[in-house]
């Protein structure tokens, strides 16, 4: 099973969850969802969702360095700032992977792994948000 989260990087707010069956690409399980975003809306996003530029705009995606071709200085840093803004969205998959619904291997009914999810979402939603 596979779960995708989409966080509000200023609130740290939970704003949908996607999940998926099986061993599927970050890329695709973001196709299937058929989620809208605004246009004007940065999507800062992992390696994992190589393509996506071609679909939205305002994507940010971190340079991939190749065997022949290292990664400039400038790279580099660019790669640094957008980590340190996409390790916010890390830690809120920290706060999700404390309850053992979630951290340990899935063994309920599948019709029922996205009801869990969003319950959890709701769960961190409600703690973190309202302190």
Same mark, same amino acid.
């Not at 360095?65 to 071709?69: L, T, V």
């Given at each position: 099973m596979k779960t995708q989260l989409i966080v509000d990087t200023q609130t740290l707010e939970i704003l949908s969850v996607?999940?998926?069956k099986g061993s599927q690409h970050d890329f695709k399980l973001f196709k299937n969802s058929k989620i809208a975003i605004s246009k004007d809306t940065k999507k800062r996003?992992?390696?994992g969702y190589k393509g996506i530029e071609k679909m939205h705009k305002n994507v940010i995606i971190p340079h991939k %360095? @190749? %065997?022949? @071709?290292p990664l400039t200085d400038e790279q580099k840093a660019e790669n640094s700032e957008?980590? %340190?803004v996409r390790i916010v969205i890390e830690h809120v998959n920290r706060r999700c992977k404390i309850f053992r619904l979630v951290k340990d291997t899935y063994r309920g009914k599948h019709r029922n792994y996205n009801k869990n999810w969003n319950c959890v979402a709701g769960l961190v939603n409600m703690r973190y948000l309202a302190a």
């Open positions: 996607h999940t998926g996003v992992d390696l %360095k @190749s %065997k022949n @071709s957008s980590a %340190k």
